[in-house]
């Protein structure tokens, strides 16, 4: 009896392992394209700016600067701006704005790129000031996503007035680092540093894909939904990689 029950777990311990090993589609994996060296310390948090033509990335040092940077990752500008714990950026086209994630303050601030500092709103979520929040993304209506890395591993869907409208908390990884959602669809792309994975999460269905990442310490991701180019930026080797999942 003993032998049968210890197969039966080492049978269902070989199948539960399997299957969180992939679950993508056959012949897909994520390839890398190009990487480019950083000239900014610890750059954690990146968003596409305007039509796609720049990125936006965040220094978590204390006291970090934002910057926008070329697709190439050559420094555009430097904003007249600094923040304590900068985790997270995300660019909002309809008004040609920026919210940045401060992890130690638990604030989201938004920023005119040409203005400076016009707000700050603290999150009504629990957060510790070591493990709290990562990243955000902006989704359409007004809607945004943040992540929370660990302690606990939450996903927030905020209103407008950033309210919370639903949180999640699927275990889907060691950590959350950085976010980026598709607003056409709301599927969730998360970056995750101590797993090293890029997951592919839909609230609707749950269905998701995972993507062993190429480099170390990932802490933004931002990604062109018109074409399918990934831009992700790593904060242990100071680079931004541009990658593609290809079949």
């Given at each position: 009896m003993f032998r049968i029950i210890l197969s039966t777990l080492i049978i269902t311990y070989?199948?539960?392992?399997?299957?969180?090993?992939s679950t993508n589609p056959p012949n897909m994996e994520l390839v890398t394209i190009n990487s480019y060296n950083l000239q900014i310390r610890e750059p954690s948090g990146l968003?596409?700016?305007?039509?796609?033509?720049t990125l936006w990335v965040v220094s978590d040092l204390p006291y970090g600067n934002i910057y926008e940077i070329s697709l190439e990752g050559n420094i555009l500008r430097t904003l007249d701006f600094r923040g304590d714990d900068l985790e997270g950026i995300t660019y909002d086209q309809t008004e040609n704005v920026l919210w940045a994630i401060d992890e130690q303050r638990n604030e989201i601030i938004k920023l005119c790129p040409d203005q400076g500092e016009l707000e700050r709103v603290t999150i009504p979520v629990y957060a510790s000031a070591e493990h709290g929040l990562e990243g955000i993304s902006f989704e359409s209506q007004n809607k945004y996503w943040i992540a929370n890395e660990k302690l606990p591993k939450k996903l927030f869907l905020l209103n407008s007035d950033f309210s919370v409208e639903q949180e999640y908390e699927p275990d889907l990884a060691k950590d959350y680092s950085?976010?980026?959602?598709?607003p056409a669809n709301g599927?969730?792309?998360i970056v995750s540093d101590e797993s090293q994975l890029l997951i592919k999460w839909?609230?609707?269905?749950?269905?998701?894909?995972?993507?062993?990442?190429?480099?170390?310490?990932?802490?933004?991701?931002?990604?062109?939904?018109?074409?399918g180019q990934i831009f992700i930026v790593s904060d242990g080797e100071q680079k931004l990689y541009q990658l593609e999942i290809k079949e």
């Open positions: 070989m199948i539960l392992s399997c299957s969180e090993k968003s596409f700016g305007k039509d796609y033509q950085g976010l980026c959602v598709n599927i969730l792309w839909s609230t609707r269905d749950g269905i998701y894909e995972k993507y062993d990442l190429p480099m170390k310490k990932a802490e933004g991701i931002a990604i062109n939904h018109q074409n």
